[in-house]
Structures are given as C-alpha cells and as structure tokens.
C-alpha cells in the first residue's frame, strides 16, 4: 500500500498479537499470592518504600522494564501495570508463558501482601489499550480484534487478519486488520516510557496507527 511506502520494512511484516508482543517484552503474572490477596507496587525496591498501586493474585500483563535490585536476600524489578508503575518482588512473578504449564509455587511473602476482599480483585485482561490526544482517540488491541474510537471520527471494530513481530527488532511489531471499507494498521514498540502528554503517567508501548488509509495518529498503549 502506497500509505507504507515510508516504512518498506514494516510493510512486509504487517502483524502481531498481543501474546506475541508481549512475548518479546517481559509479560509475567503474579504466582504465589495467596487468593483474595495483592502484590504491592512500590516507589522503590524494598518493603519500606510506600505503595503505589496493588496487583490482584490472578493479575497478568505485568511487563518488566529491564531494572532490576537486590534489597537482602530479596530480588526486586521494576514493573508498568494497568498504567501503573514501581517496584515489585521477583518472588511473586512468573512469565506468562510458562503460568500455564507450571503450578503456581508458595513463596515467602516479602511480609504480608495487603489483603483486600476478593469482590475488590480486578484481573487484568489481555489487551493492549492505546489512547492519544488532539483529536482524542482509543484504539483497543486484543488477539481477536482492534477496536477503534475517534472522538471526531470515526468508530468501528475489525478482525485481526495480520501480524508479526519485525524480523530484526523483537521490539517493534505490527498488527492489522480489516472488514468492508474499514482497515486498521497498528505499529507498536516497547519503549522506556512513553508519555501521553497529559500526565505524569508513563506507558511502556508506543503506537502509530493508519486508520482507513486516510489517518495516522501516535499515542501510548497499557496492558490492561
């Protein structure tokens, strides 16, 4: 398509899915929370650092960034969930890959994970939600399909037809998708950070998107 003629690469390996991509990245889930319980998200490693955000025992889409400390005899990684992000121990944390292979494991809690009644435990899904600004938008990305939401345009959703992670880059991948007049190509990389320009929130994904061949617009995704 002539819309991609500036990223020949790219326009080769038009796919992806979210399992894929957040292959590439580090996806974990919680394992060995007892039920009903949370994983502590904290400003820094260490159980003296203050909390900023709690993982359900069943959450997933928990997506590393590479930091890691030791605190005593206890491993910590920084982590980005649910836009949330801070420092979580690596005890609790299994990759997502091998969660449903492997019986999750009892651990020694790093003290007591803070309890809170199961009815306020919200699991994550998998889906990548990517928003951006002026003009305001939401595109949702899940395996099956990409929903897509302008607030001064249009609003549809199409069947996920294409994907795949680019072949020199395992950060970079391209999902897309089309039905009748309507088709979507989204690119996606793993970043650092990625801000929405509107908060301090940072989110570990990047995206640009062609909507419609008409359209190209930039934002930052979450694992939600």
């Known amino acids: 398509m002539k819309a991609f003629s500036f990223f020949p690469a790219m326009a080769l ?3 992806l899915s979210i399992s894929s991509v957040q292959a590439a990245t580090d996806v974990y889930v919680v394992s060995g929370v ?6 502590n998200i904290r400003t820094g490693a260490g159980i003296n650092n203050a909390i900023t955000g709690r993982i359900p025992y069943n959450g997933q889409g928990i997506v590393t960034t590479g ?3 030791k605190v005593g005899s206890t491993n910590w990684a920084k982590v980005y969930w649910n836009g949330v992000g801070g420092w979580v121990s690596t ?7 091998q969660a449903s292979k492997t019986p999750a494991a ?6 007591t994970p803070t309890t809170a009644t199961s009815a306020t435990a919200k699991p994550a899904t998998n889906t990548l939600v990517c928003t951006g600004s002026e003009p305001f938008w939401r595109i949702d990305v899940s395996d099956a399909k990409l929903n897509v939401n302008m607030s001064d345009g249009p609003q549809y959703t199409v069947p ?4 795949q992670t680019s072949a020199n880059n395992t950060t970079i991948a391209v999902i897309g998708g089309a039905t009748g007049t309507n088709n ?3 690119f996606m990389q793993k970043v650092d950070s990625c801000s929405d320009g509107m908060s301090e929130v940072k989110y570990p994904y990047s995206i ?6 008409k359209q190209v617009v930039s934002g930052c995704c979450k694992v939600q």
């Open 13 to 15: 390996a038009l796919t």
């Open 34 to 39: 007892p039920s009903g319980e949370f994983l």
């Open 67 to 69: 930091e890691e400390q």
């Open 91 to 97: 005890s609790y944390l299994q990759p997502a890959g």
């Open 106 to 111: 009892a651990v020694t809690p790093e003290k």
């Open 160 to 163: 996920v037809t294409f994907r």
């Open 184 to 186: 979507t190509q989204a």
């Open 208 to 213: 640009t998107a062609v909507l419609n061949n």
